[in-house]
T-cell receptor, first 118, second 114 residues
């Protein structure tokens, strides 16, 4: 069975500082990896995804994540955060077979609350 | 606009009462999902459906029931057997194919017990 561990439940940072949100996963097969963001009292929005190809993936608002197969990690980074980045971030994993077909289920980590202070 | 609509936004349940949460999507997605979110526990899968008239239990299905009579609708009933129903409930849908697990979420329903 797959599992996801987000190593920090809360990360406080000052505006314009860099940030890293850590995510490790466990799976016996190949996986797809995702980061979702949730603003208060809202649903989740897809931030970025790793499906195949380059192990470094980027979002349109400056976040990036790198898939590290040997360390089974998918850490999320941003070189300079804004107040508007304050939200809860979820890492998620989906198992897939050799043909690339997923099994239809996402497993989420416990979430990391990022708070950006002025 | 295409999207997933969950209603109501807030719902209150009395002791021994069944309540139904609505989830409608106009994205033409085959698969739909229900998650429960509790603080510090992430999202846990309740039920999912990959095609009309078929659904499977997730990790925490006890005390819940679903139906999938139409492609665009996947209502969740929280029954009186669910002893701790207070939570934020999220519905999602996904596109078919290799990337079928890019899931798109509704805005959620917050359920509280009176």
């Amino acid at each position: 069975a797959q599992s996801v561990t987000q190593l920090d439940s809360q990360v406080p940072v000052f505006e314009e500082a860099p940030v890293e949100l850590r995510c490790n996963y466990s799976s016996s097969v190949s996986v797809y990896l995702f980061w979702y963001v949730q603003y208060p009292n809202q649903g989740l929005q897809l931030l970025l995804k790793y499906l195949s190809g380059s192990t470094l993936v980027e979002s349109i608002n400056g976040f990036e994540a790198e898939f590290n197969k040997s360390q089974t990690s998918f850490h999320l980074r941003k070189p300079s955060v804004h107040i508007s980045d304050t939200a809860e971030y979820f890492c998620a994993v989906s198992e897939r077979d050799a043909g690339g077909t997923s099994y239809g289920k996402l497993t989420f980590g416990q979430g990391t609350i990022l708070t950006v202070h002025p | 606009d295409g999207g997933i609509t969950q209603s109501p936004k807030y719902l209150f349940r009395k002791e021994g009462q069944n309540v139904t949460l609505s989830c409608e999507q106009n994205l033409n997605h085959d698969a739909m999902y229900w998650y429960r979110q509790d603080p510090g526990q992430g999202l846990r899968l309740i039920y999912y459906s990959q095609i009309v008239n078929d659904f499977q239990k997730g990790d925490i299905a006890e005390g819940y029931s679903v139906s999938r009579e139409k492609k665009e609708s996947f209502p969740l009933t929280v029954t009186s057997a669910q002893k701790n129903p207070t939570a934020f409930y999220l519905c999602a849908s996904s596109i078919p194919g290799v990337a079928k697990n890019i899931q798109y979420f509704g805005a959620g329903t917050r359920l509280s017990v009176l």
